[in-house]
């Protein structure tokens, strides 16, 4: 096995076609089913159930891929970290952020990047927060964003700040009788549109009202933040979501929010890395610059 053979295999299964990876890579087709049937040889497995419309990847080729995309990743650190310069690092780093993070940070972080490592290449990729953990740990990514990560031996994980949680509810609906805050324990009973398992934000709610012997009353699950905000200006339930989440929506002029009480609930934004991956100058760099652009910007939600 090399790394033009794993680079090959790597870029059909991302691409699911032979045709489109020959011509992303400049080689020939017929070269490049040499390369992926030489590694499938090798280990005695299938990698791709061909068909018509293109390939998808067997279980060994599943498993193959994820130490495939990091042992590409571990290759360039290397070779970048060899010829790292404190004062100049060099080589690639990919970024991942929530949606909504991204929105307010991903600008001044990119120019902020650009002006002080302009030899480096940088890559910002968004997503939900569940799926940005998966991501890192399966090294598609090198550093991220995550709201409310649990904590884990493979993942280096620094809060970096704290955002209160707040009930959201329609202006036109009965949630003006609910007084200016809302204990906890009230909106057990409260139809709550809440993202599914393992949503940290779902996650956080059960934690806290199993404390109490009581569960939430789940009117619809939905993962995006952005979405549960639109389907509460539409009256379609109650959601539980940080200020900002309300500040970046354009329905925020028909909601209302109420402050939760006993317990006090917040949602932590931590930065996140590989414990098992070396960390490389432009990664230590890239790190100190996210906390840098967090701590002086305006964040806005998950």
């Known amino acids: 096995m090399d790394l033009r053979q794993l680079e090959c295999f790597i870029c059909v299964a991302e691409l699911g076609s ?16 040499r390369q992926v049937r030489r590694l499938e040889v090798e280990l005695r497995q299938t990698l791709f159930y061909r068909n018509g419309r293109g390939v998808s990847l067997t279980e060994a080729g599943k498993r193959l891929l994820v130490h495939g995309r990091t042992i590409q990743m571990q290759f360039e650190h290397a070779r970048h970290d060899v010829e790292d310069a404190r004062d100049c690092p060099l080589g690639s780093v990919t970024l991942g ?24 290449h940088l890559c910002v990729t968004e997503g939900l927060t ?47 009788s609910l007084g200016p805050t809302i204990a906890l324990r009230k909106i057990a009973d409260l139809p709550l549109i809440i993202p599914r398992r393992p949503h940290p934000l779902r996650m956080l709610i059960e934690t806290r009202l199993a404390t109490m012997a009581l569960k939430p009353t789940i009117a619809l699950e939905i993962d995006a933040v952005a979405t549960i905000v639109q389907l ?9 979501a940080t200020k900002h989440a309300v500040a970046i929506s354009d329905a925020r002029e028909h909601l209302l929010m109420r402050r939760i009480t006993a317990p006090h609930m917040i949602s932590v934004l931590a930065m996140a890395t590989s414990a098992e991956r070396p960390r490389t100058a432009l990664l230590e760099c890239t ?3 996210l906390q840098e652009i967090v701590e002086t910007h305006s964040y806005k939600g998950d």
């Open 97 to 120: 952020m929530p949606y909504a993070a991204a929105r307010s940070l991903s600008i001044p972080f990119i120019q902020a990047f650009r002006r002080r490592y302009p030899n480096a």
């Open 130 to 176: 569940i799926h940005l953990y998966e991501w890192l740990q399966a090294g598609r990514i090198d550093i991220a964003l995550l709201h409310d990560p649990l904590p884990s031996s493979s993942l280096d994980i620094r809060p970096l700040r704290e955002d209160t949680l707040v009930l959201l509810a329609r202006k036109k609906s009965d949630a003006r």
């Open 232 to 240: 509460v200006s539409q009256n379609e339930g109650y959601a539980i």
């Open 18 to 33: 032979f045709t489109q990876a020959a011509m992303v890579l400049g080689v020939g087709q017929s070269a490049l089913s």
């Open 287 to 289: 790190g100190e610059l």
